[in-house]
């Protein structure tokens, strides 16, 4: 569906859904336990919905469901013959459930929509095929089967680090020791830390040694139930950004500092621009002032860079978003993506390299914002819309369902303030 949002900086506080990093990764070692756990989510996303259906695929069970909360039951044996995994558009879901699917031993089709079966995968298969899987690709499925077997892996750090955390969350289950040697440093590290972190709540134990890991076998994960998922700070980052438009600001709730999260960094940055940050346990309050550009390394914060970029647009002097060419590999192109974007409506970006050059101009001006099906796109048009003189129509505005169902709700609900 096409959106037309009126122009103008808006003011408002917003509640924001559970941390979709954090959920994955909480939902697959609940799965992979012995009891069950009791998990609360705010506002479960399309990606996290294609997680619990294909652990469901393999046998667990979600039950008690009452709007964000419900259990899950543990899966025990994964049932018998091909199984079916739906994994939509999702790259954390395929990436973590290929080597889990080696260590149950089952025989699986991975359904990939969207630009999933474009998304880099290569080496984590290359991996995957060295130690027991066979993996075949036809059309868009993969079909694969094997038994995964414990020894040396080598993964490249610098491609996606969701390769990196699927094996971390793996490795542990088989029956012997294994290894995992980077052999670039890790970009995304942020994310890799979380999956550490998910770890230890589960029980499991590794050693981390520079650019590698040791992975004692035969581990099992024991999560403590209940089990709340934190607020998701990229999630946050469009209102955040909103925020630093107008006097006014924008609030932002359900978030936690300090976090594990990447995107957390947001605070700092809006600030290094000029904008004024009130953090408290409860909340985050940001407000103009005058901006001014930013350098920005996108390495440990890929997500955060289109609404980032948004805002980049209306700062005072060039702004430099660095080591930025993985923003390639997501749901769209997204250094293409977000400079066209903000381009179209009166911006003046330029893609140089793997860097984006963004010259900051007074005001946007508004027009058709395409966001190539993206999902951070599309929010980054809702941002944009705050600087535009003119209205903004944002093509397949629904894509934010991938991550922020509710998000254009929670748009909607702010006040445009001039
Ligand atoms: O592990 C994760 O939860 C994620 C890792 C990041 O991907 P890359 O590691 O491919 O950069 C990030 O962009 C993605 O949205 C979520
Ligand atoms: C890139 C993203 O997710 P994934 O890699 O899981 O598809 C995202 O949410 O921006």
Redesign the pocket.
Known sequence: MNRVLSPGPRTGRVTVPGS??RA?RLFLAAALGRTPVQLTCRGLSDDLLATLSCLEALGAQVENLKGDRFTLVPLSAPPAGEILLPCGES??TLRFLLPLVGVLGAEAVFQRRGRLPRRPLEPLLAELTRHGMTIRAQGDDLFVRGHLTPGDYTLPGHI???FI?GLLLALPLLPGHSTLTLTSPP??AP?IA?TEQVLRQGGVKLRRGENAYAIPGGQGYALPSPQVVEGDW?AAAPFLCIGALRSAGVTVTGLTLPSLQGDSVLPALLEKMGAVVETSPQSVTVRAGTLRAITVDAGPI??LIPPLCALCAVARGESRIRNAR?LR??ESDRLQGVAELLNGLGGKLTVDGDDLRIFGVPRLQGGTADPRSDHRLAMTAAVAASACTGPVTVLDSDCVQKSYPAFWADYGQMTISR
């Open positions: 979709k990093s994955h790259g954390t996606s680090s969701q955390s970009q995304s994310y979380l990229s890929p997500d993985r590999d997501k």
